[in-house]
């Protein structure tokens, strides 16, 4: 968990989901898809996001999902 809690997925940066070691390298995509759709209501959700299936199963701890 990151040391201020969990990160809202839906208002995050790219350099803030990047500093997730399980979404390093992601966040530019993860942005991208949240803008496109109008951002993610479960974090299940990323597993759309290309390249993240199965890289995101266990960090519900350092995400959460919350209205923008």
């Not at 839906?10 to 530019?28: C, M, Q, S, V, Y």
């Not at 990323?46 to 701890?61: F, H, N, R, Y």
Request: hydrophobic content about 35%; overall charge negative.
């Amino acid at each position: 968990m990151n040391r201020h809690g969990p990160i809202n997925i839906n208002t995050a940066t790219a350099d803030e989901l990047d500093a997730i070691p399980a979404l390093k390298g992601h966040g530019f995509e993860i942005v991208r898809y949240r803008d496109e759709r109008g951002g993610f209501s479960d974090l299940r959700q990323l597993a759309e996001v290309p390249g993240m299936t199965g890289k995101a199963d266990d960090i519900s701890a350092e995400l959460t999902v919350e209205a923008s």
